[in-house]
């Protein structure tokens, strides 16, 4: 079983910065995809950013410019830094992993909790 556990969620001002943190465990795969989507309350969820095992990183036109994904592979890891937040931003996050990536939109194979960021105006 794969466990996906996320951190760094939380509350900040419309501006600022968070960074989310991901970490899978368990059963591992080769070459894998991780990445993050988001769901706001009274909204579809929807894909926010995605880095290959490659390096090779995607992101929604909603947040591109404004976060960065990066990760490690060593240690089966991934990041979402978000700078120049909004109040639109504000959702609960999900850690995801492809085991097989196919692009933007592709439904994830496992997902974590998910941990909430607020975006105050």
């Known amino acids: 079983q794969t466990q996906l556990v996320e951190s760094g969620g939380g509350l900040v001002q419309a501006g600022g910065s968070l960074r989310l943190s991901c970490a899978a465990s368990?059963?591992?795969?080769?070459?894998?995809?991780m990445g993050w989507f988001r769901q706001a309350p009274g909204k579809e969820r929807e894909f926010v950013a995605a880095r290959n095992w490659g390096g090779a990183t995607y992101y929604s036109d909603s947040v591109k410019g404004r976060f960065t994904i990066s990760g490690d592979n060593g240690k089966n890891t991934v990041f979402l830094q978000m700078n120049s937040l909004k109040p639109e931003d504000t959702a609960v996050y999900y850690c995801?992993?492809?085991?097989?990536?196919?692009?933007?939109?592709?439904?994830?194979?496992?997902w974590g909790q998910g941990t909430q960021v607020t975006v105050s105006s």
């Open positions: 995801t992993l492809w085991t097989r990536f196919r692009g933007i939109g592709d439904e994830a194979d496992y």
């Open positions: 368990g059963r591992t795969f080769s070459r894998y995809t």
